[in-house]
């Protein structure tokens, strides 16, 4: 497999030439670094979230947005698919770098900047370590990275801050919605993980969820885009081998099933470390196992949709 870091180059390079039509802006810092303005302060839509979430699984998925409906509503809808799961969920899309300095700068990171560092679990378990001299770190954050977040990022990943691309995106905003919808199979496959199935044994993964109505109050984004996920999210993955752990991939194993995000988060006075994990997973889950049976897992929940996303009808 080619460096997914190169693969992700590639389409930040997409996104730099195609800034005006994609609604973004792109920003040299004094260091060298380039932080990319998807949705911060930026308006970014659909495209530029749908592309996003093209860079943030380096390439190895694609990504496309359909119309549905919710409790009746046209509603639009993110899906993703992939033959690639463990390489462009797991060790790319998963946002598992948490960005905190004395600054005051707080953020999420996920794509393939990642893989140069391999720290996680994940990359142990999959067997693979990232080598290349440039790398694209997708920030979750309400405020856009300066040089001492593009730093730390090249200390971290061993490369020089020239070689740095910071794709930045608020949670409120369309390309947040957009590509927070397409981690649907994201989730599934990182619950199998958690649980014990080794990510190799999955040979595809596909999924989508409905989009959130975007929010500029980052606690009600929040709320939705999870809500979005937990309770409309749908995933199709085909496997290997059969396991007793399938059951408790979908949200609707967890005991908080049923309550809006935007509650849970209230619940824990916004500790994520307070939140169990099992609650971060798609609503509904089908496994297809080769040579055996096909196991159907979940359900989604449109009235509790309805109301998260403010449906009047």
């Not at 040089?147 to 971290?156: G, N, P």
């Not at 957009?178 to 595809?204: N, Q, W």
């Not at 809006?260 to 994520?272: N, S």
Request: hydrophobic share 40%; charged share 25%; proline share 5%.
């Amino acid at each position: 497999m080619d460096s997914i870091n190169r693969m992700a180059i590639e389409l930040v390079d997409e996104a730099i030439d195609f800034a005006d039509e994609l609604r973004i802006d792109v920003y040299e810092l004094d260091s060298g670094a380039t932080a990319l303005d998807f949705g911060v302060n930026a308006e970014g839509g659909i495209e530029a979230g749908l592309l996003l979430a093209e860079i943030e699984t380096a390439g190895l998925a694609t990504v496309q947005a359909e119309m549905d409906e919710v409790a009746g509503a046209p509603r639009p809808r993110v899906e993703l698919q992939t033959d690639h799961p463990a390489l462009a969920l797991l060790c790319s899309q998963k946002a598992g770098w948490e960005l905190a300095f004395e600054s005051g700068f707080e953020g999420l990171g996920s794509g393939p900047a990642r893989a140069l560092v391999a720290e996680e679990d994940e990359f142990h378990q999959v067997e693979y370590f990232d080598e290349f001299d440039l790398t694209v770190l997708g920030i979750e954050s309400i405020e856009l990275p300066g040089d001492e977040v593009a730093e730390h990022v090249a200390e971290k990943a061993g490369v020089e801050p020239s070689g740095v691309f910071l794709p930045t995106y608020a949670t409120g905003s369309m390309a947040g919605s957009v590509s927070t919808a397409a981690r649907a199979p994201e989730l599934a496959v990182f619950r199998l993980f958690e649980l014990g199935y080794d990510p190799r044994k999955i040979l595809s993964a596909i999924g989508s969820a409905p989009v959130a109505p975007v929010s500029y109050d980052e606690g009600v984004a929040m709320g939705r885009t999870n809500d979005a996920l937990a309770y409309g999210g749908e995933v199709h993955l085909t496997v290997t081998e059969d396991s007793e752990h399938f059951a408790d991939v979908p949200s609707t194993a967890a005991d908080e099933y049923g309550t809006p995000f935007e509650q849970i988060f209230e619940d824990a006075d916004w500790d994520f470390y307070d939140i169990p994990e099992t609650v971060f997973a798609p609503a509904k889950v089908t496994v297809d196992v080769v040579d055996g049976p096909t196991r159907v897992f979940g359900e989604t929940n449109e009235d509790l949709l309805a109301e998260s996303f403010g449906v009047e009808s």
